[in-house]
């Protein structure tokens, strides 16, 4: 598959897809929802305090993914007046950069997503921060336009896979290993940013690790 082709409406696009496990227990009922992914800039938030002598130093752009989706329970647990404990959300962000061997690079992080509410819709955060960014494109300013070509994805249960979306196609493709190289960890959470305090209980809670 070929990821250079996308053009920035894939990233503000909505990708929706439902994942239904076959009748069962109550876990195998639980329905995710990904409704909309939004990848964009975000500069570095500016604070002040008291007490401190203040240092000169401009705000640099964030990557910034906005993943919006819900979870419906099934009645025994809780049905929309309930939560679900945890499940996995594995963010994918294809860059417009190539290694030596002609591989894609792709940024990849893991968000532990705790006590999710099934009364309306949720939000995940991830980032990427402009020293990670940098260090690949080697400069200052980035755009999520021009130097990310594509996102992906995928909600864990358990280990297995409920939803998943993607800025082009149906298909995960970020198992495609041949094509691309997976750099782990460097999509963060937004308690691991300077974006922590921000927002209250707009995104959903995170596992500390």
Not at 14 to 23: E, G, S, V
Not at 165 to 181: L, R, V
């Amino acid at each position: 598959m070929k990821l250079a082709a996308l053009s920035f409406a894939f990233l503000s696009a909505t990708a929706l897809l439902h994942a239904q496990a076959p009748a069962g227990d109550g876990k195998a009922r639980i329905i995710v929802d990904i409704k909309r992914v939004e990848v964009k800039e975000q500069p570095t938030p500016q604070f002040t305090a008291g007490n401190v002598n203040d240092k000169r130093w401009r705000p640099k752009n964030w990557i910034e993914v906005d993943v919006e989706f819900d979870i419906k329970l099934p009645p025994e647990a809780g049905g929309r007046d309930g939560t679900f404990p945890a499940m996995q959300m594995n963010i994918y962000l294809a860059l417009q950069h190539m290694t030596k061997d002609n591989k894609r690079e792709v940024l990849q992080g893991t968000l532990d997503l705790i006590n999710i509410p099934a009364d309306g819709n949720c939000h995940a955060l991830a980032y990427v921060s402009p020293a990670t960014m940098k260090n690949i494109f080697q400069k200052n300013t980035v755009t999520a336009s021009s130097d990310v070509q594509g996102w992906g994805v995928e909600v864990m249960i358990d280990g297995e896979r409920r939803a998943q979306s993607a800025s082009i196609g149906k298909d995960p493709w970020w198992e495609k290993q041949e094509n691309f190289a997976i750099m782990s960890g460097l999509v963060l959470s937004k308690s691991k940013t300077p974006f922590a305090p921000l927002w209250g209980d707009y995104d959903v809670q995170v596992q500390p690790k």
